[in-house]
């Protein structure tokens, strides 16, 4: 029993080892932390090995498309599970049975026919679930949502969503975000969102008014913010149907991708201002087919709690057309926030800036207005009581003439004209005397003058070709100067109150330590991208001298330093300065000297040891290894021998053995390189065709030879024949003796022939003459 017991422990402890490093190999992430992100791998199953040590798990973006039983079970810890963007079809019913934790479970963008209740029956923490981009068509008869206690954010729908029933949100009362893809919804059985009592901010991307209506109903009193997508207000009669909205008690309303025309908008307008608690109202991205023309009188009513109107990328086809407005103008005396954005606005009438009593903020930004059309926008008697204006981004020109337009403005604050192309700028301007706030940066200008207006607190002219800032402004706190070609600070005296200064992206190398100290209330600034020299004295001065809480200086990539302040943009800290750091000039020095010594000593060792004879060795034994090895065939072999000899004994040589040799009957055909070797080709290629085309390669040796290095070539190619090829190709004829210290060791492979193969000795005495060239003779033939 004890054995069966340790075995089945092993087993178990074995197969978790394996799922384990299963798991490790499928995503690698998810071994050394609790987030595990097994998102784009190609993953056709949840991965084995999952344990509860993990709390996030991204399995989006694979090919998964069944969740098992087992998949999770061990999972007990998770809170976020991700498994957006695969082929899910199917999920076991007790597949989340074990996350109890669980607080987003995202199944969007799936293959989901259906919504099963049981799935989420043990899901107690989830918080947010996002079940849009599937393929079912309802809820089911019952609410899958119902023991969802702490739902907060609820996504579902998809383009074959089509229907909603009675009871399929029953288990939900408040929610932070109800997000319904809706477009194709044609049914909507009434009453069917009413049981969620509080709805912050509900989406719902819509095509049917009729339907839209009935929702509409069900949510009068429960949703803050209402954002509606994708519907079309096109026909009047139809706008009968949203009468219902005007008994609604949402604070927001937001219409996206929404189509008006002419013929709509004054029903539209009149339904919204009847709205009891509306404060916001908001389009993006719209259409408006029409000029402005109402086909019915609007009936201003004056909303009463109507204050924020916002429009962003409103699409007008023929908005040159566009009249003056007249029709709303009794609409808009109560608004305090109007944003008009990206809309090709070129002109604000008159009439319609002198109606907007209340407007404290405004931004215009990204339009068309130009230094003519601002004049008129922003007459006399216009946006009186204005803090915040934003021009950003339009064809404004002319400083100048800028700053006078707006010079009535009593209560302006805050302006915004970046993006702009001002040029050059005047000596003196005319502003509102309250300003306190200035953006110019981005408008191409080369200095600052007197212009700008002292009293500014926080200016703004980063992103210009400013070489130097030296303007007189007493109350200014922030100056932001980033990106220009300043290469020094600006001076302390006429800006004493400056508490933040931002000089990132400049030219500067280094400020003084009485520059530095010239701030007296200085307590953030950030230098860092500039072309700071990385000195000792400069950093032991920022360490040990400042006094300002935060200073960011960011060294150049070129520069190494061993401290805090290497990381761009790091804030000063303990700096520990090394010898780099102190002794720049004379640690390049050092390292030079050092390099040269380094390069002298391998070209003496290379020198000493034949380097460059062994690279060109190597490179001429490369080419003949890329030779076949075969023997080649009887008709390619047209000598009997190649000689390899010393050019030092070519008199013995051509003189003695040649004449022996070539007339012996029958003759022999010896190769030669001085006779034999094909002009213009390479030698080393020739000296590898002469050895593969002779029978024999016959060595003279001498003392010469041990010196010549081509002899050394010819001795390893074959050498290759006598190894490679397991022949008997070599003859060695020894012609005088030679000692063996005289062998250079690079000639190893000669003294390994000669250890292993018997050699002919050249004999003084013609005796012996006669029985040396009988024995070559024989060895040549065999």
């Not at 178990?12 to 097994?38: D, F, R, V, W, Y």
């Not at 008994?247 to 307008?269: G, H, N, W």
Request: with cysteine; charged share 20%; net charge neutral.
């Amino acid at each position: 029993t004890h054995t069966w017991r340790v075995l089945a422990v092993y087993m178990i402890l074995a197969a978790n080892l394996s799922e384990q490093q299963a798991l490790k190999q499928a995503c690698p992430s998810c071994g050394t932390s609790q987030l595990c992100n097994c998102s784009s791998m190609g993953l056709d199953f949840v991965p084995l090995g999952l344990t509860a040590k993990i709390t996030v798990l991204d399995l989006a973006h694979n090919r998964i498309k069944h969740i098992r039983s087992q998949d999770l079970q061990q999972a007990v810890n998770l809170r976020v599970l991700q498994l957006q963007s695969n082929k899910i079809s199917s999920i076991d019913e007790d597949s989340f049975q074990s996350l109890a934790k669980l607080e987003l479970l995202d199944l969007s963008n799936n293959s989901l026919a259906h919504v099963s209740p049981v799935w989420f029956g043990h899901l107690f923490s989830l918080q947010h679930l996002h079940l849009q981009g599937n393929s079912y068509r309802d809820l089911g008869e019952s609410s899958p949502f119902s023991s969802l206690r702490n739902l907060s954010s609820l996504h579902l729908g998809n383009p074959w969503f089509s229907v909603i029933r009675q009871g399929n949100f029953e288990g939900i009362e408040l929610l932070h975000k109800l997000w319904i893809d809706g477009s194709n919804l044609s049914q909507y059985e009434q009453g069917s969102l009413k049981s969620i009592k509080t709805i912050n901010h509900m989406i719902i991307n819509i095509r049917s008014i009729n339907v839209f209506s009935d929702i509409v109903r069900d949510l009068l009193h429960s949703v803050a913010w209402l954002e509606v997508r994708r519907i079309a207000f096109s026909i009047a009669a139809e706008m009968q149907l949203l009468r219902v909205m005007s008994s609604s008690f949402a604070k927001k309303i937001s219409f996206r991708q929404t189509l008006l025309t002419d013929a709509t908008v004054p029903e539209l307008v009149t339904i919204l201002e009847d709205m009891p608690k509306l404060v916001e109202l908001e389009l993006v991205d719209c259409r408006l087919l029409g000029t402005g023309q109402w086909k019915i009188q609007i009936q201003a009513k004056q909303s009463q709690t109507l204050r924020v109107f916002t429009i962003e990328k409103l699409s007008i086809e023929e908005f040159y057309l566009f009249t003056d407005l007249q029709a709303v103008e009794g609409l808009i005396s109560l608004f305090r926030r109007v944003t008009v954005q990206n809309t090709k606005v070129f002109l604000v009438p008159c009439r319609i800036s002198q109606c907007l009593l209340s407007l404290e903020y405004l931004d215009l930004s990204a339009n068309l207005l130009g230094d003519q059309s601002l004049e008129h926008s922003a007459c006399q008697g216009g946006w009186p009581s204005l803090q915040t204006l934003n021009l950003s981004r339009n064809s404004l020109s002319d400083l100048e003439m800028t700053s006078k337009s707006l010079s009535h403005l009593g209560n302006l604050i805050v302006l915004d004209i970046s993006q702009n192309n001002f040029g050059e700028i005047p000596d003196v301007c005319e502003w509102p005397k309250t300003l306190k706030y200035l953006n110019l940066s981005s408008t191409q200008i080369p200095k600052v003058t007197a212009c700008i207006p002292r009293s500014l607190e926080v200016l703004d002219v980063s992103a210009n070709n400013l070489k130097e800032f030296g303007l007189q402004l007493p109350s200014l706190k922030e100056l932001y100067l980033t990106k220009n070609q300043l290469k020094a600070l600006p001076g302390a005296a006429p800006i004493p109150n400056l508490v933040a200064l931002s000089v990132r992206r400049n030219k500067l190398n280094s400020f003084s330590k009485e520059e530095f100290e010239s701030f007296k209330r200085m307590e953030l600034l950030d230098a860092s991208d500039n072309n700071f020299i990385c000195s000792c004295e400069f950093l032991s001065f920022i360490h040990h001298e400042a006094r300002i809480a935060q200073v960011l200086v960011g060294w150049p990539d070129e520069y190494v330093c061993d401290s805090p302040l290497a990381v761009r943009g790091a804030q000063v800290g303990a700096v520990h300065l090394s010898l780099m750091e102190c002794h720049r000039s004379l640690v390049v020095s050092l390292i030079c000297v050092l390099v040269f010594l380094v390069i002298l000593l391998l070209v003496a060792v290379g020198y000493k040891y034949h380097v460059v004879w062994y690279m060109r060795m190597t490179w001429a034994w490369l080419q003949a290894k890329r030779k076949p090895k075969r023997a080649p065939p009887k008709d390619d072999v047209c000598y009997d021998a190649f000689v390899s000899y010393s050019e030092n004994d070519s008199d013995w040589v051509e003189n003695t053995m040649v004449q022996e040799l070539e007339q012996a009957c029958p003759p022999f055909r010896l190769c030669l390189h001085k006779r034999d070797f094909v002009p213009g080709k390479w030698i080393v290629d020739n000296i590898i065709d002469s050895i593969e085309k002779s029978r024999k390669t016959l060595f003279v040796l001498s003392e010469h030879f041990v010196q010549s290095e081509w002899c050394k070539y010819e001795l390893d190619f074959s050498h290759f024949r006598l190894f490679d090829e397991n022949n008997d190709a070599a003859i060695l004829i020894l012609l005088e003796p030679i000692q063996s210290k005289a062998i250079p060791k690079r000639f190893c492979k000669l003294r390994k022939i000669m250890n292993t193969k018997t050699y002919l000795e050249w004999p003084a005495g013609e005796e012996q003459q006669e029985m040396f060239w009988f024995n070559l003779k024989i060895a040549l033939r065999s």
